[in-house]
Structures are given as structure tokens and as C-alpha cells.
């Protein structure tokens, strides 16, 4: 399968832990997204890589959230001292530099959940 | 700012009742309208782009439409493997690329 991963599917924790997601985008898909989805709402941007380069970042992300593409190629998504907020499925999406309109193509999520 | 707003939230059909999902939108330059389907607990499914007002987008059920002001997406004789939620997105001109998702709707179909 080519399609975007994700690591883990589903984790819980405890308020105040760290937790970090992985993100494997398709292959020679050079632009990485992230979203995070609440309950009954659709996804919400949190950040964009473009190669290795984040370039931007939403509001939303706040200083506990940080977010790497070393070499762009898979992505890490860092949330320190997480709070039950924060409980949300986390997606990841890439697509193709191809210019123009570029569709998004996303993983399964993780699902988190913080006690 | 952009915005993105579906309805109805959630729709119950009958197997083999044709009905329609609405998408309005608000943004400065549409660079694409897309749309996704969501089963529960997996990621966004990739169903249709469109790019201008005019542009008509068929995959077996399902037909999406734009205009300049909002989409429609068209199911026609709908099966119960249809079921799930349906999310519409926008992407600006703005010089960003991220989406602009509505909330979706959340569709039943009963067999």
C-alpha cells in the first residue's frame, strides 16, 4: 500500500505526558499537512511543510505543539505537557508539487485521548 | 476570512432515495473546492476537485457540481455502503495551501 501512514493509530494518555505521532507521507509527495478533527467538526489546519521547511503554522498550534520533517520525508508531530483538550484524532495529509490545485490525499489518523 | 459551511447535518434516506449535500463557501479566490467522504474513525477519503464555476464531477452515486457561490454533491440511488460523513473543503488563493473544512454531513442510508 502507497498510501499515507500514520504511528500510532490510537494512544492514550495521561495529562501532562508527552506524546508524539508519526506521519509517513506518499512517496515523493513533497508538501506535509497536518490537521487535528475534533468530535462532529470537520479537520482543523495545524501546520504545513513544504520538503523539510515548515512554512506555516495555525494559531491553534500553541507552544506545547511542535512539529519536524527532517529530510523531508516523515513527519513528527510533538505534544508536550498534554492537557484532556487535546484529545482529538490527529491527520496528516501530502500532496504533490505539482503547481495549481493539489489534492490532499490523508492517513488513518491517531486517535488520542487524554485522561 | 475564509469560511465553509454544509448542510444539512445529518441526512436519512431510504435506499434508492436520491437526495443532495450543499456546500457554501466564502473566499477570496477559490483555487479548489474538494470534497471527501469520512467513515467513522478513518481518515478523509479523496472523492472529487473541482476548480471553476460550471465544472460537473461524476464517480458511480455520486455527481458533484460548483457554482460560484456554493457545490453540490448529487447521490443518486443511494446504497446503505454509502452511509458516512461527507466533508467539503476549499483552498484560497491566499498564498497558503491549507484546507478550509465545513463540519459535514453526516448521511444514513437505511436498506
Known amino acids: 500500500d502507497t498510501g499515507v501512514s500514520q504511528d500510532p493509530r490510537h494512544k492514550i494518555t495521561k495529562r501532562g505526558q508527552n506524546v508524539t505521532f508519526r506521519c509517513d507521507p506518499i512517496?515523493?509527495?513533497?508538501?506535509l499537512y497536518w490537521y487535528r478533527q475534533t468530535l462532529g467538526q470537520g479537520p482543523e489546519f495545524l501546520t504545513y511543510?513544504?520538503?523539510?521547511?515548515?512554512?506555516?503554522k495555525s494559531r491553534l498550534l500553541s507552544d506545547r505543539f511542535s512539529a519536524e520533517r527532517p529530510k523531508g520525508s516523515f513527519s513528527t508531530l510533538e505534544i508536550q505537557r498534554t492537557e484532556q483538550g487535546d484529545s482529538a484524532m490527529y491527520l496528516c495529509?501530502?500532496?504533490?508539487?505539482?503547481?495549481?490545485?493539489?489534492?490532499?490525499?490523508f492517513g488513518p489518523g491517531t486517535r488520542l485521548l487524554v485522561l | 476570512e475564509d469560511q465553509v459551511t454544509q448542510s444539512p447535518e445529518a441526512l436519512r434516506l431510504q435506499e434508492g432515495e436520491s437526495s443532495s449535500l450543499n456546500c457554501s463557501y466564502t473566499v477570496s479566490g477559490l483555487r479548489g473546492l474538494f470534497w471527501y467522504r469520512q467513515d467513522p474513525g478513518k481518515g478523509p477519503e479523496f472523492l472529487f476537485t473541482?476548480?471553476?464555476a460550471g465544472e460537473e464531477k461524476e464517480k458511480e452515486r455520486l455527481k458533484a457540481t460548483l457554482t460560484k457561490k456554493e457545490s453540490f454533491l448529487h447521490i443518486t440511488a443511494p446504497k446503505p455502503e454509502d452511509s458516512a460523513t461527507y466533508l467539503c473543503?476549499?483552498?484560497?488563493?491566499?498564498?497558503?495551501?491549507?484546507?478550509?473544512f465545513g463540519t459535514g454531513t453526516r448521511l444514513k442510508v437505511l436498506a
Open positions: 473541482l476548480y471553476s
Open positions: 512517496s515523493e509527495h513533497n508538501r
Open positions: 495529509a501530502s500532496t504533490p508539487e505539482v503547481g495549481g490545485v493539489e489534492t490532499q490525499y
Open positions: 473543503a476549499v483552498q484560497g488563493i491566499s498564498g497558503t495551501y491549507k484546507y478550509i
Open positions: 511543510f513544504q520538503n523539510e521547511a515548515q512554512l506555516e
